[in-house]
């Protein structure tokens, strides 16, 4: 099956970048690692010294787009914002290579040898929306596990992505590889959009970070494998067994430190018998720095003032200062509710109790599982992946926090002696 | 998110099956590994102990069906057939359980302790057609995993498949599972393979076997993750430094063994540099066991009555005794024959020069390269996985032969001591 004739006609543009980001490919998956390295240090300088250029694209943007306060907010670029993105860069630059890594070898009785072996997965394509850096992020963790990337940023950022595009590509020039390792879209139009999703044999896999209507979209018209990083309908439940100060400080952490990213706990739940002593505590935390709740009957029933939960309030995630509470019998009835609302993000234990800890963490249907922590921690860097393309809620791999060693797929290498099969 | 909400009402039959199934997966996923070996030996003693019945179910199909001599033969069960299934699923219950194996562990500096944990995929569907013991293959590898399937086998062997299906359900009885954890469709209808294909949320992911319409129409509707066993389109090639009577019996071993399998090489490439000698001994070698060939403008310049092969020949997987053979210029010229041609499988290099054998490794597309050995090799038991559902060509993982081990997803475990993220 000559897999490249398939889509031969199909939508030029797409096809003609996707053929140079085959190219590149084959010169990126086998170059030295050296090579690699040296392109992220000069991303990392051309970010720093570029700056003025970079903030005048981004002002570009932000005078062209009618954007909610929010919005506005997540896409302004500023020389703080480049300087942290620079020494991500920089931090990958310093990271182990995943290329080439010997991930198992064993010997058969027939004198094979067989070993797996991590090789990039290919041509990635990134679509997403929001800030701009996200583009900067995926074409870097690219670069440091030997894939190609083509990147269609939101059409709102679209100058800055352009401007951070060059960069990158000056960056790749100046290490003796090709700029089509990283690629993108000539314009901002959604037709980019759904060519690459049809790129079936062009491009590898799809990695998708928005809004959900994006998401949704992308994962029910995709013909290419994606991954979907995930909305974060998180949990955290406090069981019976639970250290009540550790609990309170955690579960203020998981809430309140930054509410709106995707690892925030938005439902909370509370262990019957434990709930008349610990919820009121709790909730007083919470509400003295500016947190609202939605509360089921159970624990209106303690604090009858609470707001009633409605079922959509368990299934929304808020990325606000708002908490929903249920009030649950034992572990068992936390799974339930865990398995009715979860997004398979990250759920969160907490407890003295290991053998219940086990227990939670064996049944939870979740990508991460926390035992008294806090679910803010769900982050690659945090993890010690050397950052993320994303957070994957689905079950195939790779799952949770995406990090260079998880961009990568394997071959079988198997080394005979003139073996038969009998 | 409520995930099992958004399928509601469709198609209520697969609805309900897909439910039983999930609420199977949640036991299986956590119940003791004697329980699923039990399984496993309680299923290999009904296999011989049904033998009759078996026979019986599978004399009915095979009277109904109008089936062309290859397919019959592929049909039919014997009690040699049943002995060697059995066999197999022996050797599965003896196999190490993948189920909760720790891959990775590591702590951060902040004191977080990270384990990476294998865990079984959850629910299954399996959409085959041929042979009927690959239900069953499929549902003991399954059992092996911790997973749970969904079974819809070809429809001219559906009064097998029910046979060996009930057997297997007997065996899960009997060890104290339920026998919900392999399903099986209600009747023959293509319904359910649509319906399967658009179960997103109840099945996570789908593995097709079968001709290559089958496995198309399942690629280009599924809206669930698919694994898609690999049409074989492997090459097996002769560099100018192979050792010649190596290469000779290799190549010999990987075209006639048994040219049916997916991993039998279809393609010989050559070095023009031997080729002079090389050529006339292997083709006098295949013919003598009645291959033919069909050969390039190269080869028929040094053996003018081999019959000429035309570009579709080169990405025809014959699966019979026919090979195709190209002159090429170096193994450049053989990788980029086979980027053209190959359908990502197996690909085998003959060489006595190991810096040769590295490049060509590196640089194949495919999810299995060899060198000095056989591409018959190919096959998940041979490689000691413990046997395959199939072999998969995608980029994406599982990449490969795919045994118990390689039906897992992973989750990360976080245990902290109260961290909060800063």
């Known amino acids: 099956m000559p897999i490249n004739k398939q889509n031969e006609g199909q939508c030029p543009p797409m096809h003609g970048l996707a ?95 067989l070993r797996r072996v991590a090789t990039p997965l290919g041509v990635l394509g990134m679509i997403h929306e929001g800030r701009p850096t996200v583009g900067v992020d995926a074409a870097t963790l690219a670069i440091r596990s030997g894939n190609v990337l083509l990147l269609r940023g939101g059409p709102e950022s679209f100058h800055s992505t352009r401007a951070l595009h060059s960069v990158i590509q000056q960056g790749l020039a100046r290490a003796g590889l090709p700029e089509d390792a990283v690629l993108m879209v000539p314009d901002a139009g959604p037709e980019h959009v759904e060519a690459m999703l049809r790129a079936v044999g062009l491009i590898d896999v799809i990695v998708v970070r928005g809004g959900r209507a994006l998401v949704e979209h992308v994962q029910a018209e995709a013909r ?144 991460i599982v926390m035992w008294n922590t806090s679910t803010q921690f769900s982050d690659g860097g945090e993890f010690g992946l050397g950052g993320e393309i994303g957070i994957m809620s689905g079950r195939m791999l790779p799952r949770g926090p995406v990090g260079p060693a998880q961009l990568m797929t394997y071959r079988y290498e198997v080394h005979g002696q003139g073996q038969l099969r009998p």
């Open 19 to 113: 053929r140079r980001a085959r190219v590149a490919s084959g010169i990126l998956s086998v170059c030295p690692v050296e090579q690699r390295t040296a392109a992220l240090r000069h991303v990392a300088t051309g970010l720093r010294n570029e700056t003025e250029a970079l903030l005048a694209a981004n002002r570009w943007d932000l005078e062209q787009a009618n954007l909610s306060p929010f919005f506005r907010e997540r896409l302004t670029l500023t020389t703080e914002r480049l300087e942290s993105v620079a020494s991500s860069v920089d931090a990958l630059a310093g990271m182990e290579d995943p290329v080439g890594q010997v991930l198992a070898a064993w010997q058969q009785p027939n004198g094979l040898k």
């Open 224 to 367: 290419v494998p994606v991954l979907a990083h995930a909305a974060g309908m998180c949990h955290s439940y406090v069981h019976q067994a639970a250290d009540p100060v550790l609990a309170r400080k955690v579960v203020r952490n998981a809430k309140l430190r930054r509410p709106g990213i995707c690892g925030a706990t938005e439902t909370l739940l509370i262990d019957a018998a434990i709930a008349p002593t610990f919820l009121p505590n709790i909730v007083a935390d919470l509400a003295a720095e500016g947190c609202t709740f939605r509360a089921d009957e159970a624990a209106r029933a303690i604090l009858p003032d609470l707001p009633a939960a409605t079922e959509d309030d368990f299934a929304t995630e808020w990325l606000d200062r708002i908490l929903n509470i249920a009030v649950v019998e034992g572990v068992d009835a936390a799974l339930a509710h865990i398995a009715r609302f979860s997004s398979r993000h990250t759920e969160a234990i907490l407890t003295e109790d290991e053998a219940v800890a086990q227990y939670f963490m064996q049944r939870v249907p979740s990508a």
